[in-house]
């Protein structure tokens, strides 16, 4: 079966010989095809010239650009697309590939190689649902891949607007959202080399994450000011410390990489799941895909019962953390497999306790953080009544959230329980 990995072009240096140059960085000869148009149904259009690049010794693989304009609705997207073509066995060749042309001027991301699907993602459609017949080796791909062409796509946004603290938000639930699906499906493939991918997704996260935990600091800060009155005209030594952290942050996390680092990890990534088919057992990789979630869901689910004797402490901090990332892993899963089928019922309590905890667990990083500025500027009394004000106000916050999670997490374990039950 042959497969395709597509790195999109998002920034060239050369449009006008976009084939051109990437013939030469492969050190390939380029056979430029005809101007083409397709129409996918109404308002989705491609308009398209296809090159093929060859070379007169055999070559493991096949390589071809596209360079042209997408159209769904009234949006328009320029096409600069590398696609490489190969069939299982040779991915080793196709990433030396990759990285060569990651190694030029270029900047790309990873992206859906059917034209028709990427044209309906522009729409903000979904990927077609899962055959739960299917073995879960070929669903594990569809869900994954999909996800890691979004994560491509925010590395992309993030790098043009370092400073948006919504696309930081976004792309570190992305990456998280990924990582949690992988655990859910790595039963059977290589240990080492699995914990080496979960590793890698989250320390791409983690990068994220003093960037996040500064922008919520400043925005309750921000908050707390606008609840007690205070005009911007008001000097606050606490937000705007918090601010310069956040930029200090963003010019160390940012700059020092660049898109093409992220787009060879994901690539290699992709590449690593097809070269799987041939280890992976084939009993595990054909089991129906259907079967597999039902299960593998009923342990997850009875993992988080067992929280409640391992964890029965609502006051410690570290444990309502732990309890926090194994329901926001589960949330998660049952949000992106669509063939995990729980009532609406149970789905909305699952959100409202992640919230929660999200708050109280927002509220103990920000008094750190204000705690942490505090003890670094001693004398200057404006901020230590700013800091003692600030965790006041977000002590109380946690007082309110604390009294609802208790009763919140009894009612979801409970839930959870009869669902197991009936299923």
């Known amino acids: 079966m042959t497969r395709k990995l597509c790195l999109h072009g998002v920034s060239i240096a050369h449009p006008e010989t976009f084939a051109a140059d990437v013939a030469k960085r492969?050190?390939?000869?380029l056979k430029q095809g005809k101007l083409k148009e397709k129409e996918y149904g109404e308002n989705l259009t491609v308009r398209y010239r296809r090159g093929k690049l060859v070379r007169d010794t055999f070559l493991p693989y096949k390589v071809r650009t596209m360079e042209g304009?997408?159209?769904?609705?009234?949006?328009?997207?320029?096409?600069?697309?590398?696609?490489f073509r190969y069939k299982r066995g040779s991915e080793k060749a196709v990433l030396a590939a990759v990285r060569k042309l990651l190694s030029g001027p270029d900047?790309?991301?990873?992206?859906?190689p059917d034209i028709l699907l990427r044209l309906n993602a522009m729409q903000g459609k979904p990927y077609p649902p899962m055959d739960g017949d299917a073995g879960r080796f070929r669903a594990m791909r569809q869900y994954l891949s999909w996800q890691v062409f979004a994560i491509g796509q925010h590395w992309h946004l993030l790098y043009k607007d370092p400073a948006n603290k919504l696309l930081v938000r976004q792309l570190r639930v992305r990456i998280r959202r990924l990582r949690s699906c992988f655990v859910f499906f790595r039963e059977g493939l290589p240990e080492t080399e699995t914990s080496r991918w979960?590793?890698?997704?989250r320390e791409e996260a983690d990068r994220l994450s003093t960037m996040r935990e500064l922008d919520v600091a400043a925005q309750m800060c921000q908050r707390r000011r606008d609840a007690e009155g205070e005009t911007n005209d008001v000097p606050s030594p606490l937000l705007d410390y918090f601010l310069q952290l956040r930029e200090d942050e963003e010019k160390k996390v940012l700059p020092g990489d660049s898109l093409n680092n992220h787009t060879e990890k994901l690539a290699e990534f992709l590449l690593w799941m097809d070269g799987m088919e041939d280890i992976v057992p084939k009993g595990i990789a054909g089991e129906p895909t259907r079967q597999f979630v039902d299960r593998r869901l009923g342990e997850w689910a009875d993992g988080l019962l067992a929280l409640k004797q391992k964890y029965p402490d609502f006051s410690n901090m570290d444990d309502l953390h732990k309890i926090r990332i194994k329901v926001k892993r589960f949330r998660y899963v049952t949000q992106t497999i669509d063939l995990a089928r729980l009532p609406l019922s149970l789905l909305r309590q699952l959100k409202q306790l992640q919230d929660v905890l999200g708050l109280l667990h927002d509220d103990y990083v920000n008094a750190s953080w204000a705690g942490g500025i505090a003890l670094k500027h001693p004398e200057d009394e404006t901020l230590q009544k700013q800091v003692h004000s600030f965790r006041n106000w977000q002590s109380a916050r946690s007082e309110s959230a604390l009294a609802m999670v208790s009763g919140m997490w009894e009612?979801?374990?409970q839930m959870l329980e009869e669902n197991l039950k009936k299923n």
């Open 411 to 413: 009612s979801f374990l």
């Open 26 to 29: 492969l050190k390939l000869t």
């Open 198 to 201: 979960q590793d890698m997704f």
């Open 107 to 112: 900047s790309f991301v990873v992206a859906e």
């Open 69 to 83: 304009i997408l159209l769904a609705d009234s949006h328009l997207s320029d096409l600069m697309d590398v696609e």
